[in-house]
């Protein structure tokens, strides 16, 4: 079993930055695919950043390429979601997750554990 706690969320303006955390527990993260998704109001989840176990290659959706980053402290069995930039789009409900046979990064369904979700507000 699994365990993830995201944290880091809360309500800012338009060009902020924030940084996510999703601490894990139960099982050693550094041995699995780790992603992000949001939801927003009225909307179906969608990905936002993955990162693979060991090669750490990156996968980012259009929509937040450039502004946001994923990274892993595999010693912290954490993995991070820094986003720059931020705009009233990026409003949503923020979600980590593992994807324990790393298939189909951006695909929700492939992911096996879930956190709580940690709330982002943007405001113009």
């Known amino acids: 079993q699994v365990q993830l706690v995201e944290s880091g969320g809360g309500s800012v303006q338009a060009g902020d930055s924030l940084r996510l955390s999703c601490a894990a527990s139960?099982?050693?993260?550094?041995?699995?695919?780790m992603g992000w998704f949001r939801q927003a109001p009225g909307k179906e989840r969608e990905f936002v950043a993955a990162?693979?176990?060991?090669?750490?290659?990156?996968y980012y959706a259009d929509s937040v390429k450039g502004r946001f980053t994923i990274s892993r402290d595999n010693a912290k069995n954490t993995v991070y979601l820094q986003m720059n930039s931020l705009k009233p789009d990026d409003t949503a409900v923020y979600y980590c997750a593992v994807n324990l046979e790393g298939r189909r990064m951006v695909v929700a369904d492939e992911y096996d554990y879930w956190g709580q979700g940690t709330q982002v507000t943007v405001s113009s």
């Open positions: 990162i693979r176990r060991s090669s750490g290659i990156v």
């Open positions: 139960g099982r050693t993260m550094s041995n699995y695919a």
